[in-house]
């Protein structure tokens, strides 16, 4: 049974460096073919997928984000992290940790959420 659980700091300041780890338990970051990922969803409005990194190292980035973003991992830790820098009070939202596969045909979904943690960007 894959777990997956977000920790980091709820508040960060303006201008500041978000980082958060998502801790797995139940399953290897570098099984095939999985794909971990960051997902938020901002106040009032919908998921925003943020990035992942694949099974295989390689990293994948929305590219409203990509300049700011930065996703590693720690295969011996079994963990992946996200690092968000320059944040401002719009970056304000609960963050995912997930893990995604695919479909046959190409399709990507989210098979695990983990269950999400509050980041505040103070003003």
């Known amino acids: 049974q894959v777990q997956l659980q977000e920790s980091g700091p709820g508040l960060v300041k303006p201008s500041q460096t978000l980082s958060l780890t998502c801790e797995v338990s139940?399953?290897?970051?570098?099984?095939?073919?999985?794909?971990w990922s960051w997902i938020r969803q901002p106040p009032g409005k919908g998921l925003e997928w943020i990035g992942c990194?694949?099974?295989?190292?390689?990293?994948y980035y929305s590219p409203s984000l990509k300049s700011r973003t930065s996703i590693f991992r720690d295969t011996s830790k079994n963990q992946f992290t996200l690092q968000l820098m320059s944040v401002d009070p719009e970056d304000t939202a609960v963050y995912y940790c997930?893990?995604?596969?695919?479909?046959?045909?190409?399709?990507?979904?989210?098979?695990?959420w983990g269950q999400g943690t509050q980041v505040t960007v103070s003003s």
């Open positions: 139940g399953d290897s970051i570098a099984q095939e073919f999985y794909y």
């Open positions: 990194i694949a099974y295989s190292g390689s990293t």
């Open positions: 997930a893990r995604e596969s695919q479909l046959p045909d190409n399709t990507d979904y989210v098979e695990k």
